[in-house]
């Protein structure tokens, strides 16, 4: 569902992604032909002291993949298709949820972060994910086919005294698993005759949304407290808990700084974007893996992807 009329619509929940949506030349059209998405392209660069557009460009080699630069790069990206958006249609949602390292877009987007505080706050984020384990022991996967229930029960036969947790809960019929490598690969290896179920290994280098990101999670936390929020626009959706961030500062803070070891519980948050209301859901960042989990989640939902110039003019409104 890609040629509509955002107009149309008065129930609209934004979808961010998170890392593993990025690609070469992600954002470049935007820069092109978008004063606002240059702008804060432009502003990225000096805020983190070194060119971003490059590495999202893929000037600088495999630079975009190491985690440090693919969480600016797609919060970068997401946050100047949404500036496009906003300043071509007029455009109002009701509700926002992010992915991960997407769940600082929503923020953003509905104010409670500033642009530049956000990113800032990322890039410790990011530094701080990318050096919690040593490079090479630690793995993520995706099981496709188990409900969450068989899932847990997956993961606790493989354990065998390693860090072994599930990370993602995505939908109905998908689990991303992390932790220490050889704890995901005995995984790998005991589905491998299942009918029912499959099993992927993502292009991550260290174990996310677990406990064995504890140093992260002290580095952001001191980076947090520097933070002083704003009030939201409209609700937003927290990973942790699957429920509306409240207005508290600190409360805020809390729900960022433990959801990096706590597992993302997305088709909660989507369902409970659904009670609150929404009857559109719209991603805004690069690819479609939101879009594709809507599918998974509940296939009657309408939902469409925003991930460049090509798709948002597609949207066909009018002008402002």
């Excluded at 009329?5 to 949506?21: D, M, N």
């Excluded at 409970?272 to 594709?292: D, N, Y």
């Amino acid at each position: 569902m890609q040629s509509v009329a955002v107009q149309e619509f008065r129930s609209v929940a934004l979808l961010f992604p998170g890392q593993g949506s990025q690609f070469a030349g992600m954002a470049q059209d935007l820069i092109r032909e978008s004063p606002e998405a240059r702008e804060l392209l432009e502003r990225a660069d000096d805020i983190l002291g070194y060119s971003l557009s490059r590495v999202m460009a893929g000037d600088l080699g495999d630079e975009l993949n190491r985690t440090v630069h693919t969480q600016p790069a797609v919060f970068v990206h997401s946050m100047a298709l949404l500036a496009a958006l906003r300043s071509r249609y007029t455009f109002a949602p009701i509700v926002a949820a992010g992915h991960s390292l997407g769940e600082y877009s929503a923020l953003c987007a509905a104010g409670v972060l500033e642009f530049g505080e956000a990113l800032d706050i990322i890039r410790v984020r990011a530094e701080g994910m990318d050096n919690a384990q040593p490079l090479g022991t630690c793995a993520m996967a995706a099981l496709i086919g188990p409900s969450r229930d068989d899932a847990k029960k997956i993961v606790d036969a493989h354990r065998g005294g390693q860090v072994l947790e599930a990370a993602n809960f995505n939908a109905p019929d998908q689990t991303v698993i992390s932790g220490h490598v050889e704890a995901v690969n005995r995984v790998l290896e005991a589905v491998k005759e299942e009918r029912r179920t499959r099993a992927v290994m993502l292009p991550v280098s260290s174990a996310f949304h677990t406990s064995l990101m504890e140093p992260a999670r002290e580095a952001l936390k001191e980076r947090l407290q520097k933070v002083s929020p704003a009030n939201a626009a409209f609700p937003v959706v927290a990973n942790v808990n699957a429920d509306f961030y409240p207005d508290s500062g600190n409360s805020i803070k809390d729900l960022l700084t433990e959801q990096v070891i706590r597992p993302v519980l997305w088709e909660d948050c989507v369902r409970t974007m659904q009670r609150s209301g929404a009857s559109l859901f719209i991603e805004i960042g690069p690819g479609k893996v939101l879009t594709g989990l809507m599918k998974r989640i509940d296939r009657k939902a309408p939902a469409m992807s925003i991930s460049d110039l090509e798709t948002l003019r597609a949207l066909e409104a009018p002008p402002q």
